[in-house]
């Protein structure tokens, strides 16, 4: 199987999860309640009732003690997942997992079959090649998606708030209360806003996640990232496939370590396709000690064709 098809299949799994996670009571806040929901079970802080009421130290400890173990704690693991999947992998969660980032991949795709370049705004030197396409197919799939995929979307992240079977039953009966409606249609523009006008600048300068995985990889001695073997430049045939695939507009012949960078892996099998199965770039490790050499060198000492 290819990376691409990996990558879709981890990606699609992520969308379940995200479904499922409310729905199964996995994790979600239920707002009626003010409940925080874990597992099927109620989140709590494991106070007694009435707590507030005694003001001796021994009870002041043992609230702060709670509240630091089930409510700091756990936070800080959540805040800390982040930068340590860019320490160890880069931005492999933006590439491989981010629901959003798939999102914004498919409408670069559609956009391509559209209007022949990936951004609304301007052509770019890497936008690929649409090829032979029925526009009027492509823009039919365009108008169900933007009219789909958001109110889905709305649908998934209301349900953290509001219990997902309560959701299904306000929509089959039509009466939505007001914060099921704000939460859908909130959700809703957000999405498809974002993924019309914005894509991937949000990635790079607005998403906290995308941020401290970038800056955590950009840091790490050892995370994932794509290399060039510089060795074996002199083969690159100037295909320009490298940088057509790369949808965060890396250019990836010159081999340095670019925070946008996703891990995504596209640059590498449109290499492998270029030059039948010997492509020139894989994943490495930290600095990676056969190809180090290409570690901050300039593009035309990584490759001898001009990738500008
Ligand atoms: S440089 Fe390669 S791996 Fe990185 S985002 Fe671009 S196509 Fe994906
Ligand atoms: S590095 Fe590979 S994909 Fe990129 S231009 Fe050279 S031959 Fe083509």
């Known amino acids: 199987m290819s990376l691409a098809v990996y990558r879709r299949v981890t990606q699609l799994a992520f969308i379940l999860l995200i479904f499922l996670m409310p729905a199964l009571d996995i994790f979600r806040y239920d707002a009626a309640s003010r409940e925080l929901i874990l597992f099927g079970h109620v989140w709590g802080l494991g ?40 320490f160890l992998a880069g931005r492999f969660f933006c590439g491989w997992l981010c629901p959003e980032g798939a999102l914004f991949e498919l409408s670069d795709w559609l956009t391509v079959k559209i209007i022949g370049r990936r951004s609304l705004y301007r052509s770019r030197p890497n936008d690929p090649e649409p090829g032979a396409v029925n526009r009027i197919v492509y823009i039919s799939l365009a108008v169900m998606c933007a009219v789909v995929i958001p109110v889905a979307g709305g649908i998934a992240l209301t349900g953290y708030f509001v219990a997902p079977k309560t959701i299904l039953r306000q929509m089959a009966t039509g009466d939505l209360t007001f914060g099921v409606k704000a939460g859908i249609i909130g959700v809703s523009i957000y999405m498809l806003t974002t993924s019309i006008f914005v894509r991937h600048a949000l990635c790079r300068y607005v998403c906290a996640a995308g941020l401290m995985q970038m800056l955590f990889g950009w840091v790490s001695p050892v995370s994932l990232r794509v290399r060039m073997d510089i060795s074996r430049a002199e083969e690159c045939t100037n295909c320009k496939g490298c940088d057509r695939a790369c949808f965060m507009n890396v250019t990836p012949r010159r081999n340095r370590r670019d925070i946008s960078c996703v891990n995504c892996g596209a640059c590498i099998e449109a290499c492998h396709r270029e030059l039948n199965g010997r492509g020139l770039f894989h994943f490495s490790s930290g600095e990676g000690p056969a190809h180090a050499s290409g570690e901050g060198e300039t593009a035309d000492a990584c490759c001898s064709r001009p990738c500008g």
């Open 47 to 86: 106070l007694k009732d009435g707590f507030y009421a005694e003001h001796g130290l021994s009870a002041s400890s043992h609230v702060a003690l709670r509240f630091f173990l089930k409510a700091i704690l756990p936070w800080l693991f959540v805040l800390a997942l982040f930068p340590l999947f860019g």
